[in-house]
T-cell receptor
Framework: GENVEQHPSTLSVQEGDSAVIKCTYSDSASNYFPWYKQELGKGPQLIID?????GEKKDQRIAVTLNKTAKHFSLHITETQPEDSAVYFCAAGEDNAGAGSYQLTFGKGTKLSVIP | KAGVTQTPRYLIKTRGQQVTLSCSPISGHRSVSWYQQTPGQGLQFLFEYFSETQRNKGNFPGRFSGRQFSNSRSEMNVSTLELGDSALYLCASSTRQGAYEQYFGPGTRLTVT
């Protein structure tokens, strides 16, 4: 089955600096890679996702890059703000338009602290 | 559009009891997946339901079961509770089955004493 490794487990940055979280996956069949943000007392929130036919995707201050050959993908947050403080999870899975029974496998999470 | 709702939000049970958790997906979403979240193991997939059928199952004992109704609402049941079942149980809904955009509810915090 799929195995997703996520690093670092904790990350502290100064407000305004950039944060980078990295994940590796094992199953070359995986083609869908979402990132989730979980704030205290809440469920994970989908913040950005990328598919294997795309190398990079941006949404305002958030970007995700994918290297399918090396089987790793990263989340980049620029100009960090205190409200970015949360736990971030990466995940990987094979999306075949619902024809099969595949699920997402999650990394263990990164606790990001943005220091004002 | 209303998000995924889960009830109850908090639950305290005793070892050996059973518990039923409920999840209402986003309107129009037909897939519901359940996850167990613990500090040690992270987010672990329990099972997925689509069109009232279990489509996929994670590596959990048979004490964990679920079902989905015709309106896509889902319930999860855990029988003969163990201390190790204490966790945050999350459900996520999606428009279709499989590894696709999933939207999570706030979770049910289960404590087993």
């Amino acid at each position: 089955g799929e195995n997703v490794e996520q690093h670092p487990s904790t990350l502290s940055v100064q407000e305004g600096d950039s944060a980078v979280i990295k994940c590796t996956y094992s199953d070359s069949a995986s083609n869908y890679f979402p990132w989730y943000k979980q704030e205290l007392g809440k469920g994970p929130q989908l913040i950005i996702d990328i598919r294997s036919n795309v190398g990079e995707k941006k949404d305002q201050r958030i970007a995700v890059t994918l290297n399918k050959t090396a089987k790793h993908f990263s989340l980049h947050i620029t100009e960090t703000q205190p409200e970015d403080s949360a736990v971030y999870f990466c995940a990987a899975g094979e999306d075949n338009a619902g024809a099969g029974s595949y699920q997402l496998t999650f990394g263990k999470g990164t606790k990001l602290s943005v220091i004002p | 559009k209303a998000g995924v709702t889960q009830t109850p939000r908090y639950l305290i049970k005793t070892r050996g009891q059973q518990v039923t958790l409920s999840c209402s997906p986003i309107s129009g979403h037909r897939s519901v997946s359940w996850y167990q979240q613990t500090p040690g193991q992270g987010l672990q997939f329990l099972f997925e339901y689509f069109s009232e059928t279990q489509r996929n199952k994670g590596n959990f004992p048979g004490r964990f079961s679920g079902r989905q109704f015709s309106n896509s609402r889902s319930e999860m049941n855990v029988s003969t509770l163990e201390l190790g079942d204490s966790a945050l149980y999350l459900c996520a809904s999606s428009t279709r089955q499989g590894a696709y955009e999933q939207y999570f509810g706030p979770g049910t915090r289960l404590t087993v004493t």
